[in-house]
Each structure stands twice: as C-alpha cells, then as structure tokens.
C-alpha cells in the first residue's frame, strides 16, 4: 500500500510571501499525485494532480506542484498567498492499480495580513 | 450540479448505541469512498466501493463499522456499537472511477460519541 508524509503540520506566512507544502510518498510501483484543499468545516476540494509528463503541474488559483522521482516528493507552490489560502492542504497517493487514494497528515496553513 | 451530500451533519450519540450516517455521491460517479477524519490520525480509509462492489475495507475498522451501497446513488455507514473513540469527522467522497480522476468530497458528519 502506498504511503505519503507531509513533514509539517504548521505553516505560516505573510500575505504576498511564497510558499512551498511538502510531500513525500513511498510506492514501489506507477501512481497519481494529488493535492486537496479543505477549509475550516468543509471537505476537501481537488487543486491538482500528476501522473506523468511535465513534472510541474498547474492547478487552481496560483497553486502549482512539482514532482521529483529521485525524492520520491511532490512539493505543492504558491509564488503570492492571499489570506484566502488559510486552509489544511493534503497531499494523496493513488496507486495505478486503482486502490483507494492514501492522504497525508495534513499542512495547516496560516496566512497573516 | 449536486456534489456529494452527507446527513445528518452532525450526530451525537451515547455509547453502545448504532448509528447510521448517510452519502449521496455526485450523479453518475461510480466510485465511493468513506473516510474517518481526526486530529491525530488524519484520513484513515474506512471503505471503496466501485460499481456498488467493495473494493477495500480498512482492515482496523472490520469489526464495528459497517459500510454498505445499496443503490448506486445511496451508501450507508453502519457504526455498531458505538464508542467514544469513534468520535470523529466521516467524510465520504465519489468519482467517475479510477485511479486517474479526483475525489469531490461532501461536507462530512461530525459524530460525537458520550
């Protein structure tokens, strides 16, 4: 089964800063990468994904990931956060022969006006 | 479009009770999924289902916890009996089926168990 790791529970920053979410996963075999957004109280709502190709992928609203065979990581940008972004993003592993996607603890991020 | 809807949307109950939560996936998705969802343990999958056919159960939660697809516009999750520790967010989330496509979530059931 296929596992990911989000190494910081806690980020924050300022409005207009840049920010980087990590992700790393353990699998042996092909998988999709994902990153999901959840605000206070809601579910969570896709923001992109990987599979192969370009190994940076864009999703919405500025956010884009990139992907690293060699860490075996998927490292989730924004170059300008707005307080909107405040949220908990989780990073999920789907492996190719269709089991159910793993998700990650969870980063909870802060972002100060 | 409806996305996923989830009822009750927040449950109390005493403990050694059943409770039943409920999950209407987005029309036409034919995976569902059941999560639970706490501080401490994050996402822990409870049950998938394709094409109404349990694809994986988590295997730590076999014993009281009971998720059923009766229709392909209808699941349930069966907690039987219940127990504080149970006390968590249930989310459910559907697709169009496959590893490839992304998961919509419903809003999830806070369950508080006394």
């Known amino acids: 089964t296929q596992t990911v790791s989000q190494s910081d529970a806690h980020v924050t920053v300022f409005e207009g800063d840049s920010v980087e979410l990590r992700c790393n996963y353990s699998?042996?075999?092909?998988?999709?990468l994902s990153w999901y957004i959840q605000h206070h109280g809601r579910g969570l709502q896709f923001l992109l994904k990987?599979?192969?190709?370009?190994?940076v992928v864009q999703g919405v609203n500025g956010f884009e990931a990139e992907f690293s065979k060699s860490d075996s990581s998927f490292h989730l940008r924004k170059a300008s956060v707005h307080w909107s972004d405040s949220a908990v993003y989780f990073c999920a592993v789907s492996a190719i022969n269709n089991n159910a996607p793993r998700f990650g603890a969870g980063t909870k991020l802060t972002v100060k006006p | 479009d409806a996305g996923v809807t989830q009822t009750p949307r927040h449950e109390v109950a005493e403990k050694g009770q059943t409770i039943i939560l409920k999950c209407e996936p987005v029309?036409?998705?034919?995976?569902l999924f059941w999560y639970r969802q706490t501080k401490i343990q994050g996402l822990e999958l409870l049950s998938y289902f394709r094409s109404k056919s349990l694809m994986e159960d988590g295997g730590a939660f076999k014993d009281r916890f009971k998720a059923e697809m009766l229709n392909s516009s209808f699941s349930t999750l069966k907690i039987q009996p219940t127990e504080p520790k149970d006390s968590a967010v249930y989310l459910c989330a559907s697709s169009f089926g496959g590893s490839s496509y992304e998961q919509y979530f419903g809003p999830g059931t806070r369950l508080t168990v006394l």
């Open positions: 699998y042996g075999g092909s998988i999709y």
């Open positions: 990987y599979y192969s190709g370009n190994p």
């Open positions: 029309s036409g998705h034919n995976d």
